[in-house]
Structure formats: structure tokens, C-alpha cells
């Protein structure tokens, strides 16, 4: 008899049912032969086993070559998504739950927009109360540097129940649309604002962001998949965070569903199926100021929905020559989207504001000025003037599933953790002044039709007769839709 080598075998991480991954579909025919009482022999199904071991072992023949089906990525998946569960219960074990940082002094009177002998002072009136003094150092709770916020009129009085929808999207992936999309949460709750992330991605990194299992902790029932259902259970599908001031609407993968439903369903929906989301959202700008959505790096229904829900949008742009060229894509295919979703008898889409956010820039790379004159070029009024430099402080936060704004205790050096703090902050104030500038113009609307510039009309010398009657048109739309938001 041939020696034939032992070929099934599991991974050592998982101790429980293991999933042999000596592939094919042949292998697991062979196994159902062998569950249903056939000898490998008996089973000729499969060319490749004839002769294999069967007596009560699940040792087979190596075959020289296998094909590749269905059934061998469905045993792959929950293979790797067990092995990934692994790793979560580890990482995401309770006594690891994610705590939020506190903040000492300095940090506290610099996000009030305060000088350190302002704060004191008002520490000695006894206005700041609280505070946990050990030695010298006097260290703050987020929940007090918020109350300390809303004290000193951080919080624009018109945000409760205005709230704002911001969506980070991008064509791209990995042009930080996520860590975007949180660390800015986090910089306006920490200012006194009630926020909501809309974890959109089935790939769910603001979820796991969060210390939260997409796999483990969140059921389709309570994820941003039944966000889509006729009557949502806001209760039920907003989850409070680690950090105050922040609700979540988790993902998972499950998510992928609805991209499908919703293109299954554009046929009878027309242009209103892009509004889908919009509509799901009046009764939670009544709970949260601001409202960020997080995409995936696609212009698929379920993103488009995303993108039409928000008032703010905000495009993410990487730093490299190559990704910036294919990032391109991004405004012609939103142009595709905005004229599909008008064409098939939806109402034109209007934001308060566009911005466009550099990201992981390092200002050592020569590409970094070139594609900024690029952006110059192309949308200099969109472009904010400061970048998010990459720092190592990002990328080292990361491996532990945190952000800049997690870290309390920098292991590296103190200046480079603030010099990182300070660039986001800048660039993030900008977005603060953008939104307060909405609230202003909510608030007095009929200032409104003098704030409002259709691109058509920046552009008018080159427009021909059509796009000045769609600006035209679109702007007596815009003005009845801005009134009726804030009546
Ligand atoms: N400012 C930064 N400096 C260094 N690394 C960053 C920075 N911003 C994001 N990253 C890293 O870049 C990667 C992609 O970011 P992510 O937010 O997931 O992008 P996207 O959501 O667009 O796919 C992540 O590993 C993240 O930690
Ligand atoms: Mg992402």
C-alpha cells in the first residue's frame, strides 16, 4: 500500500471544532461520505480520494492539485472569523474595556479655549468644581471638562435639537474616513457637544474602534442594519461608548444586506431610494448635536444614502501621488450618483458645507505639496487650510485600538504626543467653526438665501444655458428646503 500523507489538521488557536483545511469541495464530500457511513472508497464523487484512509480516520490522499469552490471559502470564513474572535476576546476582554482618558490641567483649560490663570481663577470662584488632586497634579474626568464646556458657552445654543449630520467618505480605503470620523467625535464631545457615530461600513472599524466586537456584541437587530428598517428602535440601536458624550450605531457584516435591498429596491423607489437614510434621521438630530456617519470606500446605495443624508460633507484625502490620482474618481462618480438619484425624480441634494481634509500627510514627502497645489487647483475653497500630519503617535495608538485622543500615558516622548494632539485640534477647529457657522444660519434663516453660492454660479462664465436654469432652479428648492428644516 502507497504511504499517503496526513493532510488534515486544524489551527493550534482554536481549541474548539476545528475546521480541517485541506480544502476542496472534494474533502468535504468526503466528509459527509464519512458522517453518512460511506467508506472514501464507496464515494465516487470525487476523483481525487478514490483510495484514500477510511477507517474511522479523516486522513486523505494530498492531491497534487484542488480546485477552489464555494464550500471551501465558507469552511475559511468561519475559520477565520473564529480565529479573529480569538483575538477579540483577548483584546476585548472585560477587565480591558476601554476606559476614557482623563485630562490634567493644561489640557482641560486648552480645550475650554481658556489661559491656564483664566481656568484658575475660575477654579478659586468655585465655578470649575471637581477634579482628582494627587500631589501637584490635578487630573479631570471628560464628563467634568464637558459640564466645564457647556459652563462656558463652548456649545452653540442653537445645536439642541438642530443637530448636524457630518459624512467622512471617499472612494478610497485607508485615507483615515475612520479614524477621521472618531477622533473628531471625540474632539467635540470632549468640547460639550452630544454626539452619534453611524458606523456605515460593514467592515465595522469605528465599531472595533470603540472596544466593541462587531462579531461578539452586536446583533443585526441592534446594529445600523435595522437603522434601515421602516420604523427603527433608536433606543435599541444606539449604544452608549467608553467616551462621554458619544453614542454609537455599530456595524457588522451583516450590514452588506442592506446594500443589496436597497439596490434590489431602487427600481421602485426612483431617486427618493438615495433619501432612505435622510428620512430615518429628524429623530435623532432631536437627541444629538452632531451627527457623524463613517463609510466605506465606496459610492454603492448604502454609501450614497450616507452622503445624502449629511449636511456637512467631508472627503478625506490621502497623501500619496498614485492614491490621490484614483481618489479623483471620487467627484465624478458623486456627480453620476447626484444625477441618477435627480434624474429618477429625487429631490436635488444640497450641503452647507464640502471640506476637504488632507490627511496622514508627512510634510517630508515631496508629494505632499504637489498634491496640495493639485487640490489648490481643483477646490480651494473645500480645502482646509490644515492637514492631519501622519504621526507615529496615530499608528502606535492604533496597534492597541485607540486614537490620539485615547492616549493618556504617551510611552514615547511627551512633546510628541502633544505636537500630535495640536495638529488634530487645529484642523478639527476648523470643522467646529464650519458647524457653529450652520447653527448661526439655521437659526437666522432668512439670512440664509445671501449665504447660499451655487457651485453653478462660480462658475457662470462657463456654464451654457442648462446649468444656469438647474442653479436656478436649485436654488428656490434649496431656499424652501433650508426653511422648512428650521421652521
Ligand atoms: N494621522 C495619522 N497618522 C498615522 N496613521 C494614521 C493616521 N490616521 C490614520 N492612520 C492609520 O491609517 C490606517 C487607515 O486609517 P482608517 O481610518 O482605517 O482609514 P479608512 O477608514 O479610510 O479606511 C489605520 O491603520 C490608521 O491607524
Ligand atoms: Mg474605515
Known sequence: MVERAPVARSFPLVDDAPVPICGTDGDLRYEAAEKAGLSAQDDHSHPGHEGAHA???????????YRIGRADIEARAAQMERVLNKVKEETLRPDSRKVAPRFNLNLTAEILGLSKSQFLHRVNDGKFVGGDRTGSRTLYTLEEVRTMANQVGLRHPFAPGHGIVMTVANFKGGVAKTSTSVTLAQYMAARGYNCLIIDLDPQASATTLFGISPYLDVSQEESVFALYDDEPNFDRICRSTYWPGIDLIAANQHLYGREFALAGAAKDWGGEIFEYLAQKLPALRKRY????????????????????????????????????????????????VLTQARDAGGHSKFWEGVHVLQTRVDEQDKSTHFIRKLLAAGCEDWLLPDPIPATRVATNAASDFQTVYDVEKYEGSHRSIKRAREAFDKAYAQLHDAVHHTWDVWQNPTEWDVVYHPEADLFDQEADASVSQDAESDRGEAGAEIRERVA
Open 55 to 65: 477507517h474511522g480516520t479523516q486522513l486523505m490522499e494530498k492531491p497534487r492539485h
Open 289 to 336: 448635536d452632531l451627527i457623524f456617519i463613517d463609510t466605506q470606500p465606496s459610492l454603492g446605495f448604502l454609501t450614497s444614502t450616507g452622503i445624502f443624508a449629511s449636511d456637512h460633507l467631508l472627503v478625506t484625502v490621502p497623501p500619496s501621488s498614485l492614491d490621490f490620482a484614483s481618489s479623483v474618481i471620487f467627484w465624478s462618480l458623486l456627480r453620476d
